[in-house]
C-alpha cells in the first residue's frame, strides 16, 4: 500500500515539508539535497538486511550482496581521498568521533582540540558531552584576528602532551594547514586527527586541502558538502586499521545501515564525477559574492571571511541577535542557524551570530547573480527584522526565484 493512503498523517507532513525544502532558501551550511539516485538506493531493501562484521567476515548468513554494496563504499571512498583505510559504518559524525577516540586514544588520556565557540564542535570534548567524562579534552582557541593559532597549539602540545591533536570545524571558515599540525604533533609525539565533515565535499573536489595523506584519521559525515545521505565515515592509516574496526563494531555499534551505506557508495560514485569539482568550485564562489555584501554592508565576519563554504557573522553591530535574526530570515523563506562567535558573551539560545553557507543553493543551481540578490534579502531582512510586512514581502520574492530551480519536482508522498 502506498504511503499516502496507509498513513496519510506523516505523507502530509513529508509533503509539507517538500514543499519547504522546494519554496525556501536553505543556507544552513551543513544541509545540502541529495541526487535522486542517492534518495533511491537509501530507501531500498537494503535496509532489510542485518551484517555485522565487515565484507567477507560477517556474523550473518546471506550477506553476500551486502558484502558487493558495502565494498563499494570502501573503495570508492578510498579512491576518493587516497585513503589507505575506510569504514563507512559510522552512523553519523558522533558516532564516527567517538569510535575514533576510543580506538586511538586510552579512556583518561588526552586530546587537543578546538574551543566549541571558536568554531569547534560538541564531539570535540565540549564539558556537556559524555566524552568529556572519558577522556581529557583541552580547548585551544583561534587569535584576536580570528584565525587559528598554530603557536598557540605547538605551547599547549609541549605543555599537556596530548595523545591526540584534533582539527576540523563546524563554525570555522578558513583553510587549514595540516602539515604544521602535523609538525607540531611529531615534536611531542602525538597522533593527528581532523574531522572534515563540514569540508568533505571540497576536499574530495580537490578544492581545499586533503588532510587524508598526512593524518593518522580522518573523519567525516557524508551528508554535508559530501552531498550523500545521512551518515558517518572513518578514514585512517593500515596501522589503525584494526583498531578502527575494531572500535566501530563491536566496540559501539550494531549492525550497518546497508541502505545508508548503498548511498554513501552512489554519492561517492558523484563525488568523483567532474561536475562534482565544478559543484564545489561554484559553492566557494557563491560564499565569496555574500562574504563581499556583508562587508559592505557593515557586518562583522568571524576569521575575517571565508575560504570554503561559510560564514559566520556577528549581527550584533545592526543591533539584533543571533535568535532574532534566524526567527527574521525563517520569516523571509531563508533558513540559517544562530551560532556563537568566538568568546561569545550572549548564551548558546541567543548568542551573537549567525552561520550560513552556500553548499545547498549551488547544488539548486544558484550561481553568483542569485548570490547577490540573496545577500541583499538577508540584509533587509535583518535591518527590517521586526516587520512582518516586509519579511512577507521578501518570502514572495524567495519563492518566486525558487520557481525557476526546481527541486525534485517528480517526487510526491
Ligand atoms: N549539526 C552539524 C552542523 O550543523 O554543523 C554538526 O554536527
Same mark, same amino acid.
Not at 551543513?30 to 562484521?53: D, H, Q
Not at 562534482?276 to 576569521?303: R, S
Given at each position: 500500500?502506498?504511503?499516502?493512503? +496507509?498513513?496519510?498523517?506523516?505523507?502530509?507532513?513529508?509533503?509539507?515539508?517538500?514543499?519547504?525544502?522546494?519554496?525556501?532558501?536553505? #543556507?544552513? $551550511?551543513?544541509?545540502? *539535497?541529495?541526487?535522486?539516485?542517492?534518495?533511491?538506493?537509501?530507501?531500498?531493501?537494503?535496509?532489510?538486511?542485518?551484517?555485522?562484521?565487515?565484507?567477507?567476515?560477517?556474523?550473518?548468513?546471506?550477506?553476500?550482496?551486502?558484502?558487493?554494496?558495502?565494498?563499494?563504499?570502501?573503495?570508492? =571512498?578510498?579512491?576518493? +581521498?587516497?585513503?589507505?583505510?575506510?569504514?563507512?559504518?559510522?552512523?553519523?559524525?558522533?558516532?564516527?568521533?567517538?569510535?575514533?577516540?576510543?580506538?586511538?586514544?586510552?579512556?583518561?588520556?588526552?586530546?587537543?582540540?578546538?574551543?566549541?565557540?571558536?568554531?569547534?564542535?560538541?564531539?570535540?570534548?565540549?564539558?556537556?558531552? *559524555?566524552?568529556?567524562?572519558?577522556?581529557? *579534552?583541552?580547548?585551544?582557541?583561534?587569535?584576536?584576528?580570528?584565525?587559528?593559532?598554530?603557536?598557540?597549539?605547538?605551547? #599547549?602540545a609541549h605543555?599537556?602532551k596530548?595523545?591526540?591533536?584534533?582539527?576540523?570545524?563546524?563554525?570555522?571558515?578558513?583553510?587549514?594547514?595540516?602539515?604544521?599540525?602535523?609538525?607540531i604533533a611529531?615534536e611531542v609525539g602525538a597522533?593527528?586527527?581532523?574531522?572534515? =565533515?563540514?569540508?568533505?565535499?571540497?576536499?574530495?573536489?580537490?578544492?581545499?586541502?586533503?588532510?587524508?595523506?598526512? +593524518?593518522?584519521?580522518?573523519?567525516?559525515?557524508?551528508?554535508?558538502?559530501?552531498?550523500? $545521505?545521512?551518515?558517518?565515515?572513518?578514514?585512517? @592509516?593500515?596501522?589503525? @586499521?584494526?583498531?578502527?574496526?575494531?572500535?566501530?563494531?563491536?566496540?559501539?555499534?550494531?549492525?550497518?545501515?546497508?541502505?545508508?551505506?548503498?548511498?554513501?557508495?552512489?554519492? +561517492?560514485?558523484?563525488?568523483?564525477?567532474?561536475?562534482?569539482?565544478?559543484?564545489?568550485?561554484?559553492?566557494?564562489?557563491?560564499? @565569496?559574492?555574500?562574504?563581499?555584501?556583508?562587508?559592505?554592508?557593515?557586518?562583522?565576519?568571524?576569521?575575517?571571511? /571565508?575560504?570554503?563554504?561559510?560564514?559566520?557573522?556577528?549581527?550584533?553591530?545592526?543591533?539584533?541577535?543571533?535568535?532574532? /535574526?534566524?526567527? =527574521?530570515?525563517?520569516?523571509?523563506?531563508?533558513?540559517?542557524?544562530?551560532?556563537?562567535?568566538?568568546?561569545?558573551?550572549?548564551? $548558546?539560545?541567543? $548568542?551573537?551570530?549567525?552561520?550560513?553557507?552556500?553548499?545547498?543553493?549551488?547544488?539548486?543551481?544558484? @550561481?553568483?547573480?542569485?548570490?547577490?540578490?540573496?545577500?541583499?534579502?538577508?540584509?533587509?531582512?535583518?535591518?527590517?527584522?521586526?516587520?512582518? /510586512?516586509?519579511?512577507?514581502?521578501?518570502?514572495?520574492?524567495?519563492?518566486?526565484?525558487?520557481?525557476?530551480?526546481?527541486?525534485?519536482?517528480?517526487?510526491?508522498?
Open positions: 500500500m502506498k504511503l499516502s493512503s +496507509f498513513d496519510p498523517d506523516l505523507s502530509s507532513a513529508l509533503n509539507r515539508e517538500l514543499i519547504r525544502q522546494q519554496t525556501g532558501l536553505e #543556507m544552513i $551550511p551543513s544541509e545540502n *539535497f541529495v541526487s535522486p539516485a542517492v534518495l533511491e538506493a537509501l530507501g531500498s531493501i537494503a535496509t532489510n538486511k542485518y551484517s555485522e562484521g565487515y565484507p567477507g567476515k560477517r556474523y550473518y548468513g546471506g550477506c553476500q550482496e551486502i558484502d558487493v554494496v558495502e565494498q563499494l563504499a570502501i573503495d570508492r =571512498a578510498k579512491q576518493l +581521498f587516497g585513503a589507505e583505510h575506510v569504514n563507512v559504518q559510522p552512523l553519523s559524525g558522533a558516532p564516527a568521533n567517538l569510535a575514533a577516540y576510543a580506538a586511538l586514544v586510552p579512556a583518561g588520556g588526552t586530546i587537543l582540540g578546538m574551543d566549541l565557540s571558536h568554531g569547534g564542535h560538541l564531539t570535540h570534548g565540549h564539558p556537556v558531552t *559524555f566524552i568529556a567524562g572519558v577522556w581529557n *579534552f583541552i580547548r585551544y582557541k583561534t587569535t584576536s584576528e580570528g584565525i587559528i593559532d598554530y603557536d598557540q597549539i605547538e605551547k #599547549m605543555e599537556h596530548p595523545h591526540l591533536i584534533l582539527v576540523g570545524y563546524s563554525g570555522y571558515s578558513r583553510e587549514i594547514d595540516y602539515a604544521r599540525i602535523k609538525a611529531d597522533l593527528t586527527m581532523a574531522d572534515i =565533515a563540514h569540508i568533505a565535499g571540497l576536499i574530495a573536489s580537490g578544492e581545499m586541502n586533503n588532510p587524508v595523506p598526512l +593524518f593518522d584519521l580522518v573523519s567525516t559525515t557524508t551528508h554535508k558538502t559530501l552531498r550523500g $545521505p545521512r551518515g558517518g565515515m572513518i578514514l585512517c @592509516k593500515e596501522k589503525h @586499521k584494526k583498531a578502527v574496526d575494531k572500535a566501530v563494531f563491536p566496540g559501539l555499534q550494531g549492525g550497518p545501515h546497508e541502505n545508508v551505506i548503498a548511498a554513501k557508495a552512489v554519492a +561517492f560514485k558523484e563525488a568523483a564525477l567532474p561536475e562534482f569539482k565544478q559543484y564545489a568550485q561554484q559553492i566557494k564562489k557563491n560564499a @565569496k559574492i555574500l562574504e563581499g555584501i556583508f562587508q559592505e554592508k557593515g557586518y562583522k565576519l568571524m576569521f575575517g571571511g /571565508t575560504d570554503n563554504h561559510l560564514l559566520l557573522v556577528d549581527v550584533t553591530p545592526k543591533g539584533v541577535t543571533g535568535q532574532q /535574526t534566524e526567527t =527574521a530570515l525563517n520569516k523571509a523563506g531563508i533558513t540559517v542557524n544562530k551560532n556563537m562567535i568566538p568568546d561569545d558573551t550572549r548564551s $548558546p539560545m541567543d $548568542p551573537s551570530g549567525i552561520r550560513l553557507g552556500t553548499p545547498a543553493l549551488t547544488t539548486r543551481g544558484m @550561481k553568483e547573480e542569485e548570490m547577490k540578490r540573496i545577500g541583499m534579502w538577508i540584509d533587509e531582512a535583518i535591518t527590517h527584522w521586526s516587520d512582518e /510586512t516586509k519579511l512577507n514581502a521578501i518570502a514572495e520574492e524567495v519563492k518566486e526565484l525558487t520557481s525557476h530551480f526546481p527541486l525534485y519536482p517528480d517526487l510526491h508522498y
